[in-house]
């Protein structure tokens, strides 16, 4: 069945380097959902993204949904420690369920 | 509003127990997801209810698992009897619209069956 697929697993960042999670599926998307996880917490909606070749900022995020909406990415410039955390992207199997990919972990280097 | 409340925090409990976990959605949100957390599986969803119906459980591992919705504000995950495999991160999660809208989770349960 659809799944979304998400790379790399784990990024290790030196502080104020840039760095891009990918996600993607094997059919596509009506939209697609980031969430983040800090350290021992709980999801945090990010962004949600609709149409196909559509770019939105967050400050230092920058998130980006495919042409075709079956691919989309999350670009981080300039990493603080804040940052920390995994970054999961999320699709809709149908109305209801959505697949999370399996998350990008991010650690910062000071 | 506080938004998603889940209760407990944590939870220790010795195998073949029975576990209880506890959640209130956002008031207004007619979605209910029950997710659970691993390492080796990620998220995954147990089961979702729509106005307090339940529409899908095909994710709820085997019979032990139950949930329940008896009205908007509140649901209720029950595992009986517990097994040391169930420990995981459980996590609720309520949204207005399914998965057009953004889903706000709680805090979650943490379950550690011994």
């Known amino acids: 069945g659809q799944q979304v697929m998400q790379i790399p697993q784990y990024q290790h960042v030196q502080e104020g380097e840039d760095f891009t999670t990918y996600c993607n599926s094997s059919?596509?998307?009506?939209?697609i959902q980031w969430y983040k996880q800090r350290p021992g917490g709980h999801p945090v909606f990010l962004i949600q993204?609709?149409?196909?070749?559509e770019v939105k900022k967050q400050k230092r995020l920058t998130f980006q949904f495919g042409e075709a909406k079956k691919n989309s990415s999350l670009h981080i410039t300039a990493t603080q420690t804040t940052d920390v955390g995994t970054y999961f992207c999320a699709g809709p199997l149908n109305d209801y369920k959505l697949s999370f990919g399996a998350g990008t972990t991010v650690t910062v280097r000071a | 509003d506080a938004g998603v409340i889940q209760s407990p925090r944590h939870e220790v409990t010795e195998m073949g127990q029975e576990v209880t976990l506890r959640c209130k959605p956002i008031?207004?949100?007619?979605?209910l997801f029950w997710y659970r957390q691993t390492m080796m599986r990620g998220l995954e969803l147990l089961i979702y209810f729509n106005n307090n119906v339940p529409i899908d459980d095909s994710g709820m591992p085997e019979d032990r698992f139950s949930a329940k919705m008896p009205n908007a504000s509140f649901s209720t995950l029950k595992i009986q009897p517990s097994e040391p495999r169930d420990s995981a991160v459980y996590f609720c999660?309520?949204?207005?619209?399914?998965?057009?809208?953004?889903?706000?989770f709680g805090q979650g349960t943490r379950l550690t069956v011994v």
């Open positions: 993204l609709v149409k196909s070749g």
């Open positions: 059919t596509t998307l009506s939209n």
């Open positions: 008031s207004g949100h007619n979605s």
């Open positions: 999660a309520s949204s207005l619209d399914r998965v057009w809208t953004e889903a706000f």
